[in-house]
């Protein structure tokens, strides 16, 4: 009888620790199949770094840089360069849209020239799927406005109370003959068109304002349905119950030692697995990129609290002025398809072999001694069929080689299936040397990528000369 007691003792204390460690695993499995969050953001200053970049994290405090760290839009319209992006999407989740600053400081912009005849515009791109992109088109947004200068940090959040979009920017109207950028707002539902402009925030006196980010509150918490984070002086806080309505001023963060002559580019970020928020900011006056200070009630300044040292890490590249975006798991999963770490690589010519493909005015051709970005492809899965791949350029995200009347040319994806058959390619032993690659057009399989002339073209191979010339390394 001890025996048995003793057998079921060790059974019944094998369920409690086989039960006990589900209990403590379990957890971490639920919050590791949670989907994560997507920062678009630039990371500083020249024509590279203003452009459009995206970083993602599983846990909103530990990011890492998709694509690379390289950027994934490219601005090909006014300024030709991007800062200050917002990511909007659609109720329905049917649409998505990011809007940025059209503005390219060190890159053809001068600072004053920036502020005091700037773009009126801002640049928009949409997508259907957050990971196909629209060529980008300009808005003019301060265009309307008397002696309106420029256009800065445009942000949009979805009005109920209107059924469309209240899309808010800093426009510099001067006050004296002295600077001084207020909020302005327009209503729009499609960022193709929009109403007149009207003053959203404006400080008393000289005061200006350049960012300001909105967040919407669940029932429950603090006592007003939206706060929004402003930097006009400091870091300065408001509360209210309408988009447009009247907003009471909550206070500022300077009771945690920040001022806006510190910090800027507030950015909201609500935690999906419990009821608190993190407020990116900007460390610009350090040149310390973005922090999240963290609270449980955003309409309590008292409530915020600075980071403890090593509870986040920004990834590789420095993150400005952004915006952050909660993940479905469809949504996450398209993008960390979409633009993986793949390397950037170059194509050799293997009887030229100082010469490299290169774009140059979107035509394509292989010339002598190319190490930049022209020459650098990223070889995606192909974008009509497995076992392929499709040849993505590094400086021109979204753009890809395609042959058309049998040249290339770097062009656009427009998401037909016609682009996608023609920019997919079988990468196959190399025709005059199996250690090298040759690739074999997907939509006309009896011809290959070859260069004639020192041009690309797509021509079928029956000499020894044009086996040569369709044989490439790929190589970084």
Known sequence: MSALRARLSAILLAVCLLLTSQALITPDRAAAADPGYLMVHFTGEGATNQQMYLSHSTDGLHWNDLNGGAMVLRSTVGTKGVRDPALVRSPDGSKYWIIATDLCWGCGSTVDGSINNGSRSIVVWESTDLVNWSQPWLLDVAGAIPDGRNAWAPEAIWNPATNDYV??????????????????????????????????????????????????????????????????????????????????????????????????????????????????????????????????????????????????????????????????????????????????????????????????????????????????????????????????????????????????????????????????????????DSSWSSFQSYNHPDHYIRHHSYQLRLDPITTATGRSDATFRVTS
């Open 167 to 432: 899309l808010y920017w800093a426009t510099n109207v001067p006050l004296d003959g002295k600077t001084k950028h207020r909020i302005f707002y327009a209503r729009t539902s499609d960022f193709r068109t929009i109403t007149t402009p009207q003053i959203y925030i404006d400080r008393p006196g000289t005061q200006e304002l350049i960012d300001t980010q909105i967040v919407e509150m669940p029932a429950g918490v603090g006592n007003y349905r939206y706060v929004r984070a402003s930097g006009d002086g400091q870091i300065t806080l408001e509360g209210s119950n309408s988009i447009l309505g009247a907003w009471t001023n909550l206070g500022n963060l300077s009771g945690i030692g920040l001022t806006g002559a510190m910090v800027e580019g507030p950015m909201w970020m609500k935690f999906r697995d419990r009821n608190e928020w993190a407020l990116y900011l900007d460390q610009y006056a350090s040149r310390g990129g973005y922090m999240p200070v963290t609270t449980t009630n955003p309409s309590s300044p008292g409530s915020y609290k600075l980071p403890a040292s090593g509870s986040y890490n920004m990834g590789g590249t420095k993150k400005r002025h952004g915006s952050i975006l909660p993940l479905t798991a469809a949504e996450e999963a398209r993008v960390l398809a979409r633009w993986p770490n793949t390397p950037a690589k170059r194509l050799q010519s293997f009887n030229f072999q100082d010469r490299y493909v290169r774009h140059a005015n979107f035509d394509v051709r292989i010339e002598q001694n190319i190490t930049g970005t022209d020459a650098q492809f990223r070889l995606r899965p192909g974008l009509a069929g497995s076992d392929t791949v499709s040849f993505e350029s590094v400086n021109y995200p979204g753009y890809f080689l395609r042959h058309s009347n049998y040249d290339f040319q770097l062009v656009h994806n427009d998401g037909t299936a016609q682009f996608a058959a023609d920019a997919t390619f079988r990468q196959v032993a190399g025709l005059a």
